[in-house]
């Protein structure tokens, strides 16, 4: 058994684990965001609960690990930022600690026991209030140097001049620090950034979307630009990688119309023309992130 948790810049959630799709949750609480001594002590009392049969600890955690140092960039959580985490938590509960960033959780749950099951190159993708993707092969998570890989949402990537008749898009500042990158436009914020930009109506993203599935000229606009702006760099990432399925998770991911409309986005700019579905909605929606930490720490148990 493993003792697993997803922990976020608002709820760390724990839970038994005997195997990725045997869960049993433990509890929620409010994660410490200042002070790494009451971060540390929530692990540990979890931990403590099951003394003699957990095996180790696996967590997924909004942030990424550098797989050369062991440090956690994590921007929600500053008490851990910067910290050799999985060093720190080990020497407090002397178990083994297995951390992965978030949306490689994702990835990792679509592909052991939701969407991907059976395919061989799984893409997971988030789109919620932002963008994030991980990468699965032969079912193993690929992290890449500084434990970035799968970042799909963050690069100078997206078009200035999009739509019919065209009309020009400017590059908006992400918060990583860069221009134009999927994650300012892709996610529920960039679906209202967008909007306010082309039309000046300040919608929220399920109002835009809503009138968009009723046909609102103004919403059918904006929803077609952002399905070429999104489409064509998912598309380039599929030619890159070649994933056989992309799973969707996120708030966006709940509108079937939208995954629907960006498959068709994605597969007709693929030099793959796949006969079903590529982009398909997640099909694991009760907790994610801990079967994908599960399905890590298992694996890194068997390696142990």
């Not at 433990?26 to 001594?37: E, G, Q």
């Not at 985490?85 to 990835?107: K, M, Q, R, S, T």
């Not at 500084?146 to 690069?155: K, L, M, N, R, V």
Request: aromatic share 4%; glycine share 14%.
């Amino acid at each position: 058994m493993l003792t697993c948790f997803d922990i976020g810049g608002s709820t760390i959630k724990s839970a038994r684990a005997r195997s990725p799709g045997e869960i049993e949750i433990i509890d929620r609480v409010k994660t410490p965001l200042d002070d790494f001594t009451a971060f540390a002590a929530v692990i540990a009392e979890r931990v403590a609960l099951d003394r003699g049969t957990t095996r180790g600890v696996a967590i997924s955690i909004a942030g990424v690990v550098d797989p050369a140092s062991g440090s956690l960039k994590c921007a929600n959580i500053p008490c851990v930022d910067g910290r050799i985490i999985a060093a720190d938590l080990e020497a407090e509960i002397g178990l083994p600690v297995w951390i992965a960033n978030d949306a490689d959780c994702f990835a990792m749950a679509e592909a052991t026991e939701g969407a991907g099951r059976g395919h061989r190159n799984v893409f997971g993708i988030i789109l919620g209030t932002g963008v994030g993707g991980g990468l699965v092969i032969d079912g193993r998570l690929v992290t890449g140097a500084g434990g970035y890989a799968g970042e799909w949402g963050h690069g100078q990537a997206l078009a200035t001049r999009v739509g019919t008749p065209p009309v020009d898009i400017p590059h908006f500042t992400c918060g990583c620090g860069q221009v134009g990158c999927v994650d300012t436009i892709g996610g529920a914020r960039g679906v209202e950034k967008l909007h306010h930009f082309l039309c000046g109506d300040a919608l929220s993203s399920t109002e835009v979307i809503d009138r968009w599935r009723e046909g609102e000229p103004k919403a059918r606009r904006t929803m077609g630009i952002y399905l070429e702006l999104v489409g064509v760099p998912l598309a380039l990432t599929m030619n890159i990688i070649g994933s056989s399925i992309v799973p969707v998770g996120g708030g966006l991911s709940n509108v079937p119309e939208l995954i629907e409309a960006l498959d068709n986005q994605v597969r007709s700019r693929t030099l793959r023309r796949a006969q079903g579905p590529l982009v398909v909605k997640a099909a694991l929606t009760t907790e994610p992130g801990l079967i994908g930490a599960a399905a890590v720490g298992f694996q890194e148990l068997a390696n142990v």
